[in-house]
């Protein structure tokens, strides 16, 4: 999770977390994550979001050894867990703010993601931090959960709780984990911010430039349907 202060999550939720929920939903989804990863040229990976480190380890062990692996997150409780239950090699662990990452401008040829998009208070500034650490043809792996529809578990789970509270019935996952699905918004955050007229008039760039410029912001991505979504996003020149 990224917000402007640490998250809340303490030792004990983090290791109930890890114990329980890390194996019943998110393993196999990190280990399709990897698996993607390993068939592409990479040198230096960057996670966001990366919790108790399910998906971190899945990359460690997915990706070769001279591939560096710098895994983040906001709370130290999720990152003490993640070095605790450990990796197949070594992996930085540190904390940052998704939207306001400690590092240089084109530090990562990668930038991963797994089910923590949908928790940034500013997806837009997330993702712009994004864009600014990758290099030239970077890469934006990251997956988000489909509507609840699609998942059985979270849509069984918050039916039950309806039939319980039916006067105020519980909404969270519906409406945070499982309410960021929609392509034209998850697109519309993705895209840079456009030039003002009255900045475009001050001076006109050279064509090289206005050609990056457009590959930017025709950058392509491929969806995944059901359970999860995925998305890969490629960086242009």
């Not at 202060?5 to 990190?30: C, G, H, T």
């Not at 998906?55 to 560096?68: E, F, G, K, N, Q």
């Not at 529809?149 to 945070?176: G, H, Y």
Request: include cysteine; hydrophobic fraction near 45%; glycine fraction near 4%.
């Amino acid at each position: 999770m990224s917000s402007a202060k640490p998250s809340a999550f303490n030792d004990a939720v983090a290791q109930v977390y890890d114990r329980f929920m890390v194996p019943l939903i998110f393993e196999p989804y990190a280990a399709e994550l990897a698996t993607r990863l390993a068939s592409m040229p990479v040198r230096r990976v960057l996670e966001i979001a990366a919790g108790t480190g399910v998906a971190t380890r899945a990359m460690a062990s997915a990706l070769p050894a001279d591939v560096s692996i710098t895994a983040t997150d906001l709370s130290p409780a999720m990152l003490a867990r993640a070095e605790a239950v450990g990796t197949s090699r070594p992996v930085e662990w540190r904390m940052a703010d998704a939207m306001a990452l400690p590092f240089g401008d084109a530090e990562f040829d990668v930038v991963v993601c797994q089910f923590g998009a949908m928790f940034f208070p500013d997806r837009r500034k997330a993702f712009a931090e994004v864009r600014r650490v990758l290099g030239e043809r970077g890469l934006f792996l990251f997956a988000v959960w489909d509507r609840i529809e699609e998942n059985e578990i979270a849509d069984t789970i918050e039916n039950a709780l309806e039939s319980l509270f039916p006067d105020d019935p519980p909404r969270f996952m519906s409406r945070l984990p499982h309410g960021y699905f929609e392509r034209e918004t998850i697109a519309g955050d993705l895209a840079p911010p456009a030039v003002s007229p009255a900045q475009s008039s001050r001076r006109s760039p050279p064509a090289a430039a206005r050609r990056r410029r457009e590959s930017r912001r025709s950058r392509t991505a491929r969806a995944l349907h059901g359970a999860a979504r995925s998305r890969l996003v490629r960086r242009g020149r």
